[in-house]
């Protein structure tokens, strides 16, 4: 099924169609800046010729990083709020963007590369009223450690699963290396946010194996889908404060959340499936694998019969599940 705009609703990773939700995303963005610099003429100084070029880059589906999405955010808030020195410096912020080069690039949250967006990234990335995680830099071995790690398995996953590979490169431009808290309850694991579009948040110290960093990029992949299919529609009615079990989580979480679960451990199982058969795994991997795909789709029958029972899904999020409920369907038990 299609969406309305255009976008195809099949459960399988699409290189093609994740680069043109991504510039889709970009597009909106521009316009969205355009408005505001529109609207802040003559009331906030700031510099029209580098706000120009940003958002045509933006338009061309140049890859600026997330921080321009997070810095627009703040900025319209700021704005509404009438904070002008405030959004005096965002405006100079967003002026100083520049687009990555390459597919996407690896950072540290204190990395020289952010400078400046770290604790933008910190602040965005812990805005669940319900339960807060905590992200801070990792040490410079940590870094260094997961750096092996991430490009060693990235490489595993174009030569395994290349679909799934061109589907990440599209929807993530800035894979961002943090660590939690030692001292919070419950760690940080991996995260992403529509207020940081491009952007992917993974906890360096976890992800020690080739096969849970695969799944890992196959969880956070299908996050970033989701942010682009609900572009022009939200996935479900529910209200942020009507609280359910979650599948992935051990605290009630809001419809949405337990909606983007339930969909990305579907796409978790496809992406083990498709690694257990591609014949590149010894059999200790081939282990973790196939212990992972079966949690996968107990979290994922766990989760659809929350959302069957209490979802209110639009038009949208009733035909993504669809997709994902006869993808499970299509695999036997």
């Not at 604790?119 to 319900?130: E, F, G, K, N």
């Amino acid at each position: 099924m299609n969406s309305a705009a255009g976008f195809d609703y099949s459960f399988a990773p699409d290189g093609a169609r994740a680069l043109a939700i991504d510039r889709r995303a970009r597009a909106s963005l521009a316009d969205s800046l355009e408005h505001i610099v529109d609207q802040s003429r003559g009331r906030v100084s700031f510099d029209a010729t580098a706000m120009a070029t940003l958002i045509e880059g933006l338009r061309q589906g140049r890859r600026y990083p997330p921080s321009v999405c997070g810095a627009y955010f703040e900025l319209a808030l700021a704005l509404m709020e009438e904070r002008t020195q405030e959004a005096e410096k965002l405006f100079d912020i967003l002026a100083r963007e520049t687009p990555i080069d390459g597919r996407f690039r690896l950072v540290a949250l204190d990395g020289p590369e952010i400078a400046g967006h770290s604790a933008r990234y910190a602040a965005l990335m812990d805005s669940d009223p319900y339960t807060s995680f905590a992200m801070i830099p990792p040490s410079t071995a940590t870094a260094h450690d997961f750096r092996t790690r991430f490009e060693r398995g990235h490489h595993l996953l174009v030569a395994t699963i290349p679909e799934l590979a061109a589907e990440f490169d599209a929807l993530v431009s800035e894979v961002c290396m943090v660590v939690g808290d030692p001292a919070a309850k419950l760690q940080f694991d991996g995260g992403s946010s529509y207020m940081l579009w491009g952007g992917l948040f993974l906890n360096a110290a976890s992800h020690q194996t080739d096969v849970a960093l695969i799944e890992v990029l196959a969880h956070e992949s299908g996050h970033s889908l989701l942010f682009g299919y609900a572009l022009d529609e939200a996935l479900v009615e529910n209200e942020d404060d009507e609280l359910y079990a979650s599948p992935l989580r051990p605290d009630p979480r809001p419809m949405d959340g337990i909606y983007h679960a339930t969909y990305v451990s579907a796409r978790m199982h496809w992406a083990m499936s498709r690694l257990i058969e591609s014949g590149r795994l010894d059999d200790g991997a081939l282990a973790s694998a196939e212990s992972a795909r079966q949690l996968d789709r107990k979290n994922f029958e766990a989760g659809y019969q929350v959302v069957r029972e209490h979802g209110r899904l639009t038009a949208t999020g009733q035909a993504v599940m669809a997709a994902a409920r006869g993808y499970m369907d299509s695999i036997p038990e």
